[in-house]
């Protein structure tokens, strides 16, 4: 009899063993949610935080495309954005430069947020000429374009800063753990208290992307962009669904673009839509073309006009109730509850929406 149940007890505490072991094994195969629940580290303790204490968060950045030169006037928008918005929730940073970061710029950067902060350098295949391009043929480009006053016309590396805007930041090895990003520029205003989580409203609403400003842009930096997309639409018409947004970029279904587009300076977007196959091939197809050297395609324009082929309106957001400045333009909300509530500081009147250039009426229309 004992020597049976020592059998038993050798038996049971094998058992015992194969069930933690697959157990552990369970748990380290697990996956990891999209969501995490909000945690006590991410805050600062001197926040009034009954507002925040039961949210979920998204897996999020805040990307910032910046030079060295421009840490001053970085700050001044991080203290809006922390102020406003991110102190509740401490989304982390990535700081991307094809230059490496000054310690200083890193310090005062990082000091004044409680959230992770990364730097990253832009790997040269993401800063630089491919192949294909006849440099001689860039650079006299930009003599002509800046002699005839085109803004921007006669800069190399504005070319390289739109092209990395359209093309790579979202691969860049920093970003890749996420899946959605908050664009911010040096010198941009927050005129308004944001007391959600747009991240998460992007994410409810299965969002794509999201923008404050809308207008019309400079012709003569895209002479042959139009061309291109509707070359790109015969050669790949399974990459554009029925009821996209075609609307809101052409006035005549597709034959002329209407210049309209999302200022680009604010984005607030989902990451795997830059990733995914029609955008891929979209870039792909547009930098092979060399437009963004031989004229000065914007990454504003290549975006707007992306999500106009591969996305429906119920994908993308007017952020109506985040005031936003980047010279010139500022969008207030112009509804009073937004002003008699301490809720935002900007003057209503000084709205884009309703200016000649704006195309945010014809997004209402749409
Ligand atoms: N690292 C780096 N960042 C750049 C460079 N050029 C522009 N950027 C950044 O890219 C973003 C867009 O550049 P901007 O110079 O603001 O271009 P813009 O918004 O069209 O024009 P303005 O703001 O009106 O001058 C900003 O965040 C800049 O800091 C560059 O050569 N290197
Ligand atoms: C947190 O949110 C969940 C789901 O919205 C809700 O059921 C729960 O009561 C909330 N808890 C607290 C402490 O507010
Ligand atoms: C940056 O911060 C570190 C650590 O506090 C300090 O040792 C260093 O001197 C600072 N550098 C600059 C340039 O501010
Ligand atoms: C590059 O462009 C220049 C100027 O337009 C032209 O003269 C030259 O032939 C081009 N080179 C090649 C290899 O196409
Ligand atoms: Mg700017």
Redesign the pocket.
């Known amino acids: 009899m004992g020597f049976g149940i020592r059998h038993l007890l050798v038996y049971l505490r094998i058992i015992v063993i194969l069930f933690l072991v697959i157990v552990f094994i369970l748990f380290l195969n697990r996956q990891e949610p999209r969501t995490r629940f909000f945690n006590k580290e991410w805050i600062n303790p001197n926040d009034d935080l009954t507002l925040f204490t039961n949210v979920t968060r998204v897996n999020a950045v805040v990307v910032?495309?910046?030079?060295n030169t421009?840490l001053y006037q970085?700050l001044e928008a991080m203290r809006d954005f922390e102020d406003r918005w991110n102190k509740k929730y401490n989304y982390p940073y990535v700081f991307?430069?094809?230059?490496d970061f000054m310690e200083e710029f890193k310090n005062k950067t990082s000091a004044l947020t409680n959230a992770k902060t990364y730097y990253g350098k832009?790997p040269a295949h993401m800063w630089s000429y491919p192949s294909w391009i006849n440099q001689t043929k860039a650079a006299e480009s930009r003599n002509e374009m800046a002699s005839k006053g085109v803004i921007?016309g006669g800069v190399e590396?504005?070319r390289?800063?739109c092209r990395f805007?359209s093309g790579f930041f979202f691969q860049h090895e920093l970003l890749l753990p996420f899946d959605y990003y908050w664009r911010?520029?040096?010198?941009v205003k927050f005129f308004c208290d944001i007391d959600y989580d747009p991240f998460l409203f992007m994410q409810k609403n299965k969002l794509i992307y999201g923008f404050t400003i809308s207008l019309k842009e400079y012709e003569e930096t895209i002479p042959t962009l139009w061309n291109a997309v509707k070359q790109f639409i015969k050669e790949y018409p399974q990459h554009i669904p029925e009821n996209n947004l075609m609307k809101f970029i052409s006035n005549d279904n597709g034959e002329t673009y209407n210049l309209c587009h999302f200022w680009s300076?604010f984005e607030i977007g989902d990451l795997n839509f830059w990733r995914s196959k029609p955008y891929q091939d979209f870039f792909n197809h547009l930098d092979k073309l060399g437009g963004f050297f031989y004229e000065r395609w914007?990454d504003a324009p290549v975006h707007s006009i992306a999500v106009g082929l591969f996305a429906q309106k119920s994908q993308v957001h007017f952020f109506n109730d985040i005031g936003y400045y980047?010279?010139?333009f500022q969008h207030c909300p112009p509804e009073s509850e937004y002003h008699n509530t301490g809720r935002c500081h900007c003057d209503p009147k000084e709205n884009f929406d309703m200016i000649l250039h704006s195309c945010t009426p014809k997004w209402f229309t749409i």
């Open positions: 910032v495309l910046v030079r421009e970085l991307l430069n094809e230059l832009i921007y590396s504005y390289h800063m805007n911010l520029e040096p010198s300076n914007g980047h010279l010139p």
